[in-house]
């Protein structure tokens, strides 16, 4: 895989061990399964969790639907090697893929359900569009993405939680107008939000997203 830039799961190396109790102080974890019990998965069902991080939501995906088959896809080896570990002691079966959002490696029309949680705000805008467009190309026709990430990150509390996990500057461009209009760029269909989730602490409130891929 070509060596690029990117903003790892914790932002910093430093911060990764503390990254899933973080994670679950601060409402994360809850939002995610908030987000699993939202998805309509069918039996035997092939996913996708790109940024999937230390695993968290292809072990909570894995527990509730134990017969379908979990890729996870993260640029981070470190991070990678965590999620590993995870799903070993989840007893989870986890395909664990090294690569980047906007470069799946996987084939076209290949997969039933993506999932992403709280990675989008770590991508620049031309990385954004061009994930959108690389998830309509392995969706298969109607398949389903779902969207979990930060909607509304309150006044006054930018400084400490926000910074936390990602550049303010990135939290300010994912608004929920701005992810809407993307998905329809990128030729998803339907594009709404579909919920909400209350983050501990107050750092920010976090939107749920679905669209499905178009009919070929």
């Known amino acids: 895989m070509a060596v690029r830039p990117y903003l790892s ?21 809850s939002a995610r399964r908030e987000l699993v019990l939202r998805a309509r998965i069918g039996p035997k069902s092939r996913i996708l969790d790109i940024g999937c991080g230390t695993g ?21 080896p470190k991070i990678l090697r965590r999620a590993q570990r995870k799903a070993k002691r989840a007893h989870a079966t986890l395909d664990l ?23 989008f705000h770590h991508l620049e805008r031309h990385e954004k569009s061009n994930t959108l467009r ?3 190309r392995v969706l298969r026709p109607g398949g389903n993405l779902l969207l979990l990430d930060f909607a509304r990150v309150k006044s006054g509390q930018d400084a400490f939680w926000a910074r936390l996990w990602a550049p303010t500057a990135r939290l300010k461009d994912n ?20 919920g909400h989730c209350s983050l501990t602490f107050g750092i920010s409130e976090a ?3 679905q669209a499905s891929a178009p009919s070929r």
């Open 175 to 194: 608004s929920e107008e701005r992810i809407i209009a993307l998905l329809h760029e990128a030729g998803f269909a339907k594009p709404a939000v579909i």
């Open 97 to 119: 893929i090294r690569g980047f959002s906007d470069t799946i490696p996987l084939p076209d029309e290949s997969v039933d359900t993506v999932f992403s949680s709280f990675m």
């Open 56 to 76: 968290t939501l292809g072990v909570i995906l894995k527990s509730r639907h134990p017969d379908i088959e979990m890729i996870g896809l993260d640029p981070d």
């Open 134 to 136: 690389a998830l309509v």
């Open 207 to 209: 939107a749920i997203y």
């Open 9 to 29: 799961a914790a932002q910093y190396e430093w911060a990764l061990p503390f990254y899933d109790p973080a994670s679950k102080i601060l409402g994360l974890d």
